[in-house]
């Protein structure tokens, strides 16, 4: 940064120009701020700190300003460094070049290549890019002048080319390899190559240890994703939750590391209510690793509406591909998932879930000097390979990636809190109605408060999801008189064979010390509050 006697002598000697406008100093930091985030110079070398051509001083950028702005930065860059920089066909290719490089793909006639395996064209694009490479043929007895022919049409018309029947992602195997149906398929992974490294890999050690202060987990997410580097084909059980209590903590710098650690095998930003939403999940395509920013999906009034979707995206062996624009084919699925959130809810969690390892992080920010050092390395492409090569190189031996994920206190507080107020009030119901059994009626009085007397879907759900179960599939029961269906809440091994007016009867006895047209939900409160519902109603 100049010196203001410095800009001034500059600007005198004809080496600075004046600036045409005067900026504010608002203005200049904000822009200084934004070029210092992108890696350009500074867009004003000419203005000192001091410099008097400043209209005013206004309140500098706040630091959570500043914290946000580098943290969209962030995010479209770790999305951006995904692409493949060889997605661009050389201008020049033989036809010896395309029998090395070019694989035919007959699902949909498409040509992909061995260099660049995530580039897969229809064969007219693939012709219309390679339009300047043709060979003279010559036909040998005829008198016709030769003529020049693409040599992409050579190249398809070669009994020597590479052919497949489709294309397919599967981490680890070969450039060749089968698809989960069996098909020859051509593979889109290609290994990470590592070099020595040379760069100190404790800052990344150490924000790690910061994030996941418990220590036995902390080896395990370190296990978890060396596991990534060193068997990227073998799909764990479970991915993880990591819950903060703070903003400003430094996840997106460690989901910014992951990214470059495997470029191009990342997906960095997934909008996780979108995906489960959408017909389409091209953004999974050949990826090891998916990171969700931030989502809050469950503990709404249907937070499992969801759950089975997610359940199959994290677990499936294979997965269909759906892109937007383009063929569908099936992957290997190899895709872990790394979910950051402040909110408890965060996603829809059943209480036998098995799918996901939570932790909580509850310390304050490290100090903002930490966050400018560690972003800093970001840039520094021997520290990324430092980390990839930690990776490679831990001792794996003890973790279990078919482990069923520990039921800590931060797991019991995101299932607490991924229930809905009907699952609750199904809980409560199970617990706390007077008899094992309850009609339809009742239960839909309960689970509605009052609002409605006949279950719907997700009413039926929670019952289900609770431990209750419908007596006989639906078989018609008599109480007090009147036909209905019932539930039994509790247990179901001395109920679910009993004869229908035993059942009936045991329905009925909720009822036996109270006016007959007293509601469910009274009768529920009054067994509830009745020493909190640890003695008889």
């Known amino acids: 940064m100049l ?257 470059r650690v495997w470029r191009g095998y990342v997906a960095p930003n997934v909008d996780l209510p979108a995906l489960l939403e959408s017909q389409f999940n091209g953004m999974l395509a050949g990826r090891v690793l998916a990171m969700v920013d931030e989502v809050q999906e469950g503990g709404g009034e249907n937070p499992f509406r969801h759950a089975n979707r997610l359940n199959a995206i994290v677990n499936a062996e294979e997965r269909i591909l759906n892109p937007k624009f383009g063929r569908q084919h099936k992957e290997h699925n190899s895709c872990r998932w790394l979910v950051f959130s402040n909110y408890e809810n965060a996603l829809p969690l059943k209480g036998t879930d098995r799918r996901w390892r939570v932790v909580r992080h509850n310390a304050a920010p490290r100090p903002p000097e930490e966050y400018t050092r560690l972003y800093a390395l970001l840039g520094n492409a021997e520290f990324i390979n430092a980390v990839g090569v930690f990776l490679r190189d831990r001792d794996i031996s003890k973790f279990n990636p078919g482990e069923r994920p520990p039921m800590n206190d931060a797991k019991r507080a995101a299932l607490s809190a991924s229930r809905s107020m009907v699952q609750q009030t199904a809980e409560q119901l199970i617990k706390h109605w007077p008899s094992d059994v309850i009609t339809n009626q009742d239960a839909a009085s309960v689970l509605s408060e009052g609002l409605d007397d006949k279950l719907n879907v997700a009413m039926r759900r929670a019952l289900l999801e609770s431990g209750a179960i419908q007596y006989r599939d639906g078989v018609t029961v008599k109480v007090r008189g009147r036909a209905g269906k019932c539930w039994i809440l509790r247990n179901a091994d001395r109920w679910a064979d009993r004869p229908s007016s035993v059942v009936g009867g045991e329905a009925a006895r909720a009822r036996e010390l109270r006016e007959y047209s007293a509601t469910a939900l009274d009768i529920l409160a009054d067994c509830t509050s009745d020493d909190e519902g640890l003695r008889p109603c």
Not at 24 to 30: E, F, Q
Request: glycine share 4%; net charge negative; hydrophobic share 35%.
């Open 3 to 259: 010196s203001l006697h410095q800009a001034r002598a500059k600007r005198a000697a004809g080496e600075l120009p004046a600036p045409a406008a005067k900026p504010s100093r608002a203005d200049v930091v904000t822009a200084r701020h934004a070029a210092i985030l992108a890696g350009r110079p500074d867009p004003y070398p000419e203005i000192a700190d001091d410099d008097p051509l400043w209209q005013k001083t206004p309140t500098p950028v706040p630091e959570h300003g500043r914290d946000e702005a580098r943290r969209r930065h962030q995010k479209d860059e770790n999305a951006r460094i995904q692409d493949d920089p060889q997605a661009i066909l050389p201008p020049l290719m033989s036809v010896a070049d395309m029998l090395n490089d070019c694989v035919w793909i007959a699902a949909g006639g498409q040509v992909g290549r061995l260099s660049a395996p995530k580039t897969v064209l229809p064969f007219k694009d693939f012709c219309d890019l390679t339009a300047c490479n043709t060979t003279e043929v010559s036909e040998p007895e005829s008198k016709a002048k030769p003529r020049q022919v693409p040599n992409a049409m050579l190249w398809k018309r070669d009994p020597n080319r590479k052919t497949v029947t489709t294309r397919t992602f599967h981490a680890g195997a070969s450039a060749i390899c089968r698809d989960p149906d069996g098909e020859m398929a051509m593979n889109s992974w290609r290994p990470i190559e590592r070099s020595r490294p040379t760069a100190d890999v404790q800052p990344f050690l150490d924000h790690v240890d910061y994030l996941i202060a418990d220590t036995a987990e902390c080896e395990v997410f370190l296990d978890w994703l060396a596991h990534i580097e060193q068997q990227p084909g073998v799909l764990p059980h479970y991915g993880w939750l990591h819950i903060a209590e703070n903003t400003g903590t430094g996840r997106n710098w460690l989901a910014s590391v992951l990214a």
